[in-house]
């Protein structure tokens, strides 16, 4: 997920002088949220989807139980990735920890970049650049940054983990409906979105600068798309692997009262160049596969084209 709000206790309503159920007004939370903040609200027939959504949820008694009713009128909605998130057994779901990985592979430094939630960002952030300062200390020609299968989640501590890669300035924007935008991107080493700056308080490693090789494959998706478009456009960059998910687009997440979240998409992202993506996937500079056999294609391709480099 992109960006983040907060959304206040709920109010129990009243119609009539009678209390609404605690489902009923969850559901009318969730429902006035998407209204207001999806980018295809404006095309929706909200009426007939309150409606419906409140006849699937007729019976319902507890939060959990309209949590079906709200994934309807996001399929409705036709974005694919405004999401309504939750454990399985209701409320917040449950926060992603992993942490990058990497070595060396000849005179290349290899970083894998898996997907991570908020929740854990710090970790992520302080472990990635970590790895990366160790890297660095080997004299590395090259570098190898692997975003396959990063389904997603914070940009933020994945940028931060790269930022000594990516160089000063603008790497990415968001642009809204009404076109405005909003650049993301790395000054006086660390990362910011917009004017907010991301993680002052941790060191950033120096990096020898030299070209690197993005790796991406069909479940590169969202915040996983952000960092492959952060290196679009650049010098000495070029990315190889097979088209990505195709949600190049930014969410702001939503609080809900019993802690699950709804993920609503509200604007395109752009690389630094001001090329627009969305909901289409992103095909790599070089397409490559690695459907036949157990061998690493992708990554022998790429190791390949930093030798030819250095």
Not at 84 to 103: C, K
Request: net charge negative; aromatic share 4%; hydrophobic share 40%.
């Amino acid at each position: 997920m992109i960006k983040r709000a907060l959304l206040a206790v709920l109010l129990m309503a009243t119609t009539a002088g009678e209390p609404v159920s605690e489902a009923r007004s969850y559901l009318d939370t969730a429902l006035g949220l998407l209204q207001q903040h999806s980018m295809e609200s404006a095309t929706a027939d909200w009426k007939e989807l309150r409606a419906e959504a409140h006849r699937d949820a007729a019976h319902a008694r507890h939060a959990a139980d309209v949590y079906p009713a709200i994934r309807r009128v996001i399929t409705e909605l036709g974005n694919p990735h405004t999401a309504l998130l939750a454990s399985a057994t209701g409320g917040a779901p449950a926060p992603v920890r992993t942490a990058p990985d990497g070595r060396m592979i000849g005179s290349a430094a290899y970083l894998r970049l898996p997907e991570t939630s908020s929740d854990n960002g710090d970790a992520y952030a302080e472990a990635g650049l970590r790895l990366v300062r160790d890297l660095a200390g080997a004299g590395p020609r090259g570098w190898v940054v692997d975003l396959r299968g990063n389904g997603g989640g914070d940009m933020h501590p994945m940028l931060t983990v790269v930022a000594p890669l990516l160089g000063e300035g603008r790497t990415g924007m968001f642009v809204h409906p009404d076109g405005r935008t909003s650049d993301w991107g790395v000054r006086d080493g660390h990362v910011h979105n917009g004017d907010h700056v991301v993680f002052p308080q941790m060191e950033m490693p120096v990096v020898g600068r030299g070209p690197v090789a993005v790796l991406v494959d069909g479940r590169t998706a969202s915040s996983g798309e952000a960092v492959l478009l952060s290196f679009t456009g650049a010098a000495g960059t070029h990315s190889f692997g097979e088209p990505t998910t195709g949600f190049a687009t930014g969410n702001e997440v939503f609080d809900l009262p019993d802690g699950a979240r709804l993920a609503i998409t509200t604007m395109h992202m752009a690389d630094r160049t001001g090329r627009t993506y969305g909901n289409a996937p992103i095909a790599p500079q070089t397409q490559v596969s690695n459907s036949r056999g157990s061998a690493d294609r992708v990554l022998d391709t790429a190791i390949a084209w930093l030798a030819g480099r250095t």
